[in-house]
């Protein structure tokens, strides 16, 4: 069974940075998995944050586009979230996700807090 686990959250101040790490295990295939991050605000539905497909394929969410960087390392079955010029509004509980064909598995989250 595919295990993540989302680390890297905290507090920060608006314009600060963070990079969140999602480490997979119980799998010798992370490689033939699509990667996404999403977050859930308060109150608010679950969105997507970026995707990385399989082929390298690289998609954000227009609210972080230009501040936010998704990448993996295979070899360390980790994917990141390198996150910029953080806003109060990026507050939320951020989640890991993978993804091949039916089967797709969560993290359990791990807080970012943008807040002075």
């Known amino acids: 069974q595919v295990q993540l686990v989302e680390s890297g959250g905290g507090l920060v101040q608006p314009g600060g940075s963070l990079r969140l790490s999602c480490a997979a295990s119980?799998?010798?295939?992370?490689?033939?998995?699509?990667k996404a991050w999403y977050r859930q605000a308060p109150g608010k539905q679950r969105e997507l944050v970026a995707t990385?497909?399989?082929?390298?394929?690289?998609n954000y969410a227009d609210s972080v586009k230009g501040r936010f960087t998704i990448s993996r390392d295979n070899a360390k079955n980790t994917v990141y979230l390198q996150m910029n010029s953080l806003s109060p509004e990026d507050t939320a509980v951020y989640f890991c996700?993978?993804?091949?064909?039916?089967?797709?598995?969560w993290g359990q989250g791990t807080q970012v807090t943008v807040s002075s």
């Open positions: 990385l497909a399989t082929g390298g394929i690289i």
């Open positions: 119980g799998t010798s295939l992370f490689g033939i998995y699509n």
């Open positions: 996700k993978l993804t091949n064909g039916r089967m797709s598995y």
